[in-house]
């Protein structure tokens, strides 16, 4: 991107709006969810199948904030994705969407409400914590948060945390 036009942009923050959509893994077969496990160096892997069936959710949702954005009086909406543009009307937008390329590595996608992985169990063979929140292995850890939660829940956890 040239200089100028991400200088333009940045200028634009204060009048700019952002949304996020929540799409709900794990409850699909062709939309599974991913997989955290530790490497033999101790490190995390993480495995995360970006399927045709979600990344056609993901343009799903692009088109629904785009209308919801225009409705509410935008004046460009640009989704977050590597070839979108900024469109000035809904029906440029929607012709955008709809044609553009729902690929991993180009299309956005990230991660809010995160929960499970983290399983509280009456032993270490079934869980990775405590019934209390202790980790079994590390005296140190605890966990107090939505990963406890043996799945999503498909809401904001914030009053159930």
């Not at 399927?51 to 209308?67: F, W």
Request: proline letters at 4%; hydrophobic letters at 45%; aromatic letters at 8%.
């Amino acid at each position: 991107m040239a200089w100028g036009r991400l200088a333009a942009r940045a200028a634009s923050l204060p009048h700019a709006n952002v949304m996020i959509a929540l799409l709900r893994d794990g409850f699909h077969p062709d939309a599974k969810g991913g997989e955290v496990k530790l490497k033999s160096d101790g490190s995390a892997s993480l495995d995360y199948r970006l399927t045709d069936y979600l990344l056609d959710g993901v343009r799903r949702a692009y088109l629904s904030m785009a209308e919801i954005q225009f409705a509410a009086g935008a004046q460009s909406v640009r989704p977050v994705h590597e070839h979108a543009e900024a469109w000035t009307t809904w029906a440029a937008a929607r012709e955008g969407i709809t044609t553009l390329s729902f690929k991993p590595y180009i299309t956005t996608v990230g991660s809010a409400h995160v929960m499970g992985g983290c399983n509280l169990a009456a032993d270490a063979a079934r869980g990775v914590v405590r019934p209390d929140g202790q980790h079994w292995q590390l005296s140190n850890l605890s966990v107090h948060d939505g990963s406890l939660f043996p799945t999503s829940i498909g809401a904001n956890p914030q009053l159930t945390v």
